[in-house]
T-cell receptor
């Protein structure tokens, strides 16, 4: 089944404790992206990747890191989480960026930083 | 830079009545426009997209959207709403401008909650 998976789905952590949210897609998509969803703000793009070893900042990259060492995986890293990073996070992928394609979204990761 | 606005936080409609969810956008180049729907505790699902061609785009679940370049709008419509259409709807835009700098960015609106009452 074609899908985007995220782990963990729910996470409670404390300020400053490094964490990684994994994202994996099995569709051989070139493009992957991370978003955060906050009430009243919609989805805001954190980082995106046009292909392996190619990543770019979205609208709200501060406090986050990503890597794209292989096509299927695009982990989101919070080196020193803070309470303002409490949010619902979505990973997404599409076959190509900049062309006539849509994005497939993962199920979301709900993060609470105390 | 691209931006998108959804002027209504919530739209209330009775079942069987027409449903419209508004979206306006701003881009420097050409817009690729999308509508997504999010049901409670679920990820986003793609509804429809406008890339080029016919201004009226038909999508999933009986939804359609009309691209209006002069008004920079891309309103979502459904002729007869169902209670099951109650969800959070997001408009999104990608700016395909003169350069490829913003090709990877997708800008979402804040979302509009649709409530369909029986």
């Amino acid at each position: 089944e074609a899908q985007v998976t995220q782990n963990p789905r729910y996470l409670i952590t404390v300020t400053g404790k490094k964490l990684t949210v994994t994202c994996s897609q099995n569709m051989n998509h070139e493009y992957m992206s991370w978003y955060r969803q906050d009430p009243g703000l919609g989805l805001r793009q954190i980082y995106y990747s046009m292909n392996v070893e190619v990543t770019d900042k979205g609208d709200v990259p501060e406090g986050y890191k990503v890597s794209r060492k292989e096509k299927r995986n695009f982990p989101l890293i919070l080196e020193s989480p803070s309470p303002n990073q409490t949010s619902l996070y979505f990973c997404a992928s599409s076959p190509l960026a900049g062309e006539l394609e849509t994005q497939y979204f993962g199920p979301g990761t709900r993060l609470l930083v105390l | 830079a691209q931006s998108v606005a959804q002027p209504e936080d919530q739209v209330n409609v009775a079942e069987g009545n027409p449903l419209t969810v508004k979206c306006t956008y701003s881009v420097s180049g050409n817009p690729y426009l999308f509508w997504y729907v999010q049901y409670p505790n679920r990820g986003l699902q793609f509804l429809l997209k406008y890339i080029t061609g016919d201004n009226l785009v038909k999508g999933s679940y009986g939804f359609e959207a009309e691209f209006n370049k002069s008004q920079t709008s891309f309103h979502l419509k459904k002729p007869s709403a169902l209670v099951s259409d109650s969800a959070l709807y997001f408009c999104a835009v990608r700016d395909i401008g003169a350069t490829t700098d913003s090709w990877g960015k997708l800008q979402f609106g804040a979302g509009t909650q649709v409530v369909v009452t029986p």
